[in-house]
């Protein structure tokens, strides 16, 4: 989400970014994610959602935040909106040294693992994802083909990792060079 903000004040001449700053961008949702649109779906209902309700507030996914409520996907935002969404991946685009995207929703085998796998589910985003932001809603403006599974590499890393597990509180993986989060960041610095 801090690729967005970032993405947003910049675009809008809050703040600039000097040639000296390093933008390490890590599973930003710059298309949003149809996981938001999905959250405020599941949070509101009752019934026989409510299992699925008491997973998301383990996972403290429920009750929907407004953070999430802003990551709603940006095919189904307003015009306005989504003008938002395309200027602030301009802006990462543009300054953005390297990228980190997760392409497993269930990830490092985690308590989270199953929410997000079936967070993923769910949602359908049709692409591969980390269980709440699509692969291709990450690398918007980078090709595919620039994105490796190796940390080693050094360049743009596309991790066998969820959403929760891009944001370093689970550490690396204890095999695979696709499952290391934190020491493909080590090495991105």
């Not at 395309?86 to 990830?107: I, P």
């Not at 370093?168 to 095999?175: A, E, P, Q």
């Amino acid at each position: 989400m801090a690729n967005l903000i970032t993405g947003s004040a910049v675009a809008k001449g809050k703040c600039n970014l000097s040639n000296k700053v390093t933008w390490v961008s890590i599973a930003g949702p710059m298309q949003g994610s149809l996981s938001g649109n999905l959250l405020e779906q599941k949070c509101k209902q009752g019934g026989w959602n409510l299992p699925l309700k008491g997973l998301l507030e383990i996972a403290t996914l429920c009750p929907i935040t407004d953070a999430f409520l802003k990551l709603k996907h940006e095919t189904t935002v307003s015009p306005a909106i989504k003008a938002e969404f395309l200027a602030a991946q301009a802006v990462r685009k543009q300054y953005a040294s390297v990228l980190m995207c997760g392409s497993d929703s269930f990830g490092l085998s985690t308590v989270y693992g199953p929410v997000l796998e079936l967070v993923g589910t769910l949602t359908k985003h049709g692409d591969t994802n980390d269980g709440v932001v699509a692969f291709e809603s990450c690398r918007v403006g980078f090709e595919a083909s620039s994105f490796s599974t190796n940390y080693a590499d050094g360049g743009n890393y596309l991790a066998s990792v969820n959403h929760f597990d891009n944001s370093f509180r689970n550490g690396d993986g204890w095999w695979g060079a696709d499952r290391k989060p934190q020491k493909w960041f080590e090495c991105a610095l």
